[in-house]
């Protein structure tokens, strides 16, 4: 099951590169969903249907002036979205793509990193990222951005501990912290969303909170706020915060895509990679669907909804898992 | 009481929207037309010999709240007659960045020279080049812009007026 270093090398890159092409054409789909949704049309300018929209994007935030607040503390200013950015798309390194396959006589593993933590890297991984959003802040020397980073740190930290027990019951069903196993277990018995309806649910939630998208936009509330803890960003430095906000999204419903809905499994085995793109794409579709419906909600609220909601549910969900595993 | 059916309802509404045709207007390729009295660009206007009706009061720019047109009259002579009044208007600008196309002009003018016209597309790259001229103000605009028959001056029907 061993492979050389340098299949690992080539998959990294291409995965990396495969990320940041969904996440470009996720932006397209979210602002032609959200248009359609609204009766508009959405980009239709740059190239047919607009899908060109991803590329002038680019070109347009790299070729911007990357200006500096005069009292930014300037390392930690332009570490922050790199650290995002990092910590978004490390985490797509142990989730399974596909079963595996003989190419020539090499065998090509369906993820790049088979860890035996997987799931604890992933969920620390995230908790790094939201150190992106901290420095970000801090380091802009603005009150706004403080303030902004203060709110994102306690949304991310209080929808984190949701997050993590939410996936508990799937641990325990899956009797791993291996995502390839969690995989393979329910290819073997059953989609674990069924009986981890509850889990699911809390997760989907949790991670509508972790990507701080509509309607847990807190962080940002574009129409609110400036921008929070981004607000003294521009160019491209702005950009891999929306990056990197948006790879999580992408990564966290890969996970999702992991733990509920048995991955890369399908009617017809060889397809593995593309049945988890379609299940991914529907998901994120589902997040685009959940932003263009519901209205935010205020802090208070959304504080209260993580720790007075989620989290109960998640424990018990937890509990009664574990009991019905050692029991039956 | 909280009521979690009706945020489902939500996302129903939303759903059915993306099967719906967009209501929006495709701007460039389509001009939607302007009501006839639409107020646009200015335009002076000559009598059928070819005189101007401008005789260069300058009541136009007296009553422009935004001052900005110019008017420099000077004497009609025997041998250079521009005008059938006395004078006639030897410069007149507007300076269309600072017009607010209030019409005001247009009611002041006891010749009826200036009126406002329909284009709306004036932009241009520099300030200068929106300090009309009274040759530029003289010649017909270049029609840009579709004016509408005065019943159906509002086309097309919002897609949520036609099925309710």
Redesign the interface.
Known sequence: MTEPWWISLIKAAVIVNLVMVAFAYTTWLERK?L???????GPNRAGPFGLLQPFADLIKLVRKESFFPVAARDRLYIAAPIISMFAALAAFAVIPFGAGWQIWHYHVNGEIANVSIALILIFALGSLGVYGAIIGGWASESKYSLLGAMRTCAQLVSYEVSLALSVLGVVLMGQSLNLVDIVNKQGATIWFFIPQLAGMLVFFFAVIAETSRPPFDLPEADTELVAGYHTEYGGMRWGLFQTAEYVNMITLSALAVTLFFAGWHGPYAPLGPIWFLLKVFVLVSIFI??R???PRLRYDQLMRFGWKVLLPVATINAVITALLVVWI | MPQPLD?VK??A???R??F?K???Q?YPEYKRPVYPRFRGRHKLHRHENGLEKCVGCSLCAAACPADCIRVVAEENTPDNRVSPGERYARIYEINMSRCIFCGYCELACPFDAITLGNEYEISEYSRDDLIYTKDMLLADPIKRVPVADPDLYDTPIP??KEHS
């Open positions: 969903l248009g359609r949704m609204q009766n508009r049309y669907w959940v263009a419906s519901v | 945020s939500g996302f509404v939303t759903f929207q993306l719906k967009p209501i929006t495709q897609y949520y």
